[in-house]
């Protein structure tokens, strides 16, 4: 279960930074109020992995968001993902492998 909230802590993080990438291009009210409503879901699903995870786990678990976010930004604000990051996306991923295991 420690599992499913650190991913949610993760993905609520990284929409709520979407939702908050739409409200600075758009300036719709309701996009800021969804994406801090998201990041504040956050905040307890990080407090809920980290009881069982611990705080390494979790801080090691968050840095996923550096792979997501640029890739969500690309697939829906067709931002643009520079070669280079790819290759550390890899090494984050690695990491993150290396550490959980």
């Known amino acids: 279960m420690a599992w499913i909230f650190l991913l949610g802590s993760v993905l609520f993080a990284v929409l709520g930074q979407l939702f908050y990438k739409r409200y600075s291009t758009q300036k719709a009210r309701k996009w800021l109020i ?25 801080y090691i678990g968050s840095s996923l968001s550096y792979i997501i976010a640029p890739v969500f930004g690309w697939m829906f604000f067709d931002e643009a993902v520079a ?14 492998i290396v550490y959980a295991w």
Do not use: E, H, N
């Not at 969804?34 to 699903?45: E, S």
């Not at 070669?83 to 993150?96: A, E, H, N, P, T």
């Open 34 to 58: 969804i994406g801090l409503t998201l990041f504040c879901l956050a905040v307890p699903c990080t407090m809920l992995a980290a009881r069982d995870l611990g705080v390494g786990m979790v």
């Open 83 to 96: 070669r280079s990051q790819w290759k550390y996306f890899v090494l984050i991923m690695l990491g993150v």
